[in-house]
């Protein structure tokens, strides 16, 4: 394992996931955070079938970070229940997770 979990996240407009994912960074929960936009959801919600436009935010950070990441994004989040999913990388490019560790923070807190 490499200490390196990539985060999913899906926003409800692209100035959202732009806000999350500017805030995660500057706060160095995260080293990147990428903005895909348009994507479509199609989901089950309080028992009926929606379908959605979504942005997905894709970001890396330290594995350990991720409940200090997953708050911060609860409170950022307009969602009532946001999709905040973590995925640990088994393997990369060690300059690449190198560099996701020398730009998050190196302490939980």
């Known amino acids: 394992m490499s200490g390196v979990s990539i985060v999913y996240v899906t926003a409800g407009s692209e100035e959202e996931?732009?806000?999350i994912g500017r805030t995660l960074v500057a706060e160095r929960l995260v080293a990147c955070a990428n903005v895909?936009?348009?994507i479509r959801s199609i989901y089950r919600w309080k028992g009926e079938i929606c379908e959605e436009e979504e942005v997905l935010l894709v970001m890396?950070?330290?594995s350990f970070l991720f409940p200090?990441?997953?708050q911060r994004v609860l409170e950022l989040h307009s969602y009532e229940v946001p999709e905040i999913v973590a995925f640990p990388i088994a393997q990369g490019l060690p300059g690449?997770?190198?560099w996701v560790?020398?730009?998050?923070?190196?302490a939980d807190g």
Not at 101 to 106: D, P, V
């Open 96 to 98: 690449y997770l190198d």
């Open 101 to 106: 560790l020398e730009n998050t923070l190196e």
């Open 60 to 62: 890396k950070t330290r």
């Open 68 to 70: 200090s990441l997953m």
């Open 17 to 19: 996931a732009l806000k």
């Open 36 to 38: 895909i936009p348009r």
